[in-house]
């Protein structure tokens, strides 16, 4: 990612910049997959007497932030709530702003994310997008889909149970054409038909501002994750932020519905 992507590394001769693991977290025990709910935009903006798109764009740079920070900590992939099925009953002057920031950013950013390996892809029904988006998002998903760095999933006009009636309608037409055996169907075949296929579901969900609900998102995938609850206004999420969750979620005792043995 360009010094644009950045937050107040120290930069090196002839390699990017890089931010180091703060010594607090251990290395061993990140969190392979983080997913984030981007909550708190509008009231940023208004705590300020500012337009919510101002929120918006501080927010953007927020998810620049984060992505750099996971990137560079050796976090495996980042998931972002940008934008639900839900958020097309907002104004349409604030619906028609975000439609348009995403475009630019995917323009201005695009030859960064290639330098840096970062993988993105969009998840969710993409075909009710503007049409200058969605070639913008095709160019990007093309461009990135050998890279070998950091998955970044940008969910976008995404709804978790419009996903999951998705998967199960697509099973049901295998099944009726003859192609599947219904007894076949299992958590592994189910998934493979999922926005998020050939992912790993996340280890640690973030909700900023305080809210305490997933709100529609990624409802299969979350099934084991650890939430961490902020009040941090999106605009406002930094590298503390960010280390608090990680510290959070090394905290916690995974068990997985088991039952946790001390070491002797």
């Not at 010094?3 to 590394?9: I, P, Y």
Request: glycine residues 6%; contains cysteine; hydrophobic residues 40%.
């Amino acid at each position: 990612m360009s010094r644009s992507l950045a937050t107040t590394e120290t930069p090196q001769a002839n390699s990017p910049l890089v931010q180091t693991l703060p010594a607090s977290l251990d290395p061993a025990r990140l969190p392979a997959h983080v997913a984030v709910i981007m909550d708190g935009n509008g009231r940023w903006a208004r705590q300020r007497n500012l337009p919510r798109v101002m929120g918006h764009r501080e927010g953007v740079e927020a998810l620049k932030r984060t992505l750099r920070l996971c990137s560079d900590w050796g976090i495996g992939s980042l998931t972002a709530y940008a934008f639900s099925t839900e958020n097309w009953s907002r104004p349409g002057e604030e619906v028609s702003f975000l439609m348009a920031l995403f475009e630019r950013v995917l323009a201005r950013e695009l030859e960064a994310l290639e330098r840096e390996q970062v993988r993105i892809r969009f998840l969710g029904e993409l075909q009710q997008l503007p049409d200058g988006l969605q070639q913008r998002i095709a160019d990007a998903t093309e461009r990135t889909a050998h890279n070998t760095g950091i998955h970044f999933n940008v969910c976008t006009n995404y709804g978790g149970r419009r996903e999951l009636v998705l998967a199960a309608r697509r099973l049901a037409e295998q099944v009726a054409a003859g192609q599947l055996d219904p007894a076949a169907i299992d958590e592994n075949s189910f998934a493979a038909e999922l926005h998020t296929a050939g992912e790993v579901d996340p280890d640690l969900l973030i909700r900023t501002s305080g809210e305490h609900r997933i709100s529609n998102f990624l409802l299969w995938q979350l099934a084991y994750a650890e939430l961490h609850i902020t009040d941090v206004l999106w605009p406002d999420f930094n590298e503390a932020a960010l280390t608090r969750a990680l510290l959070d979620y090394q905290s916690r005792q995974r068990r997985f519905g088991g039952v946790h043995s001390p070491t002797p």
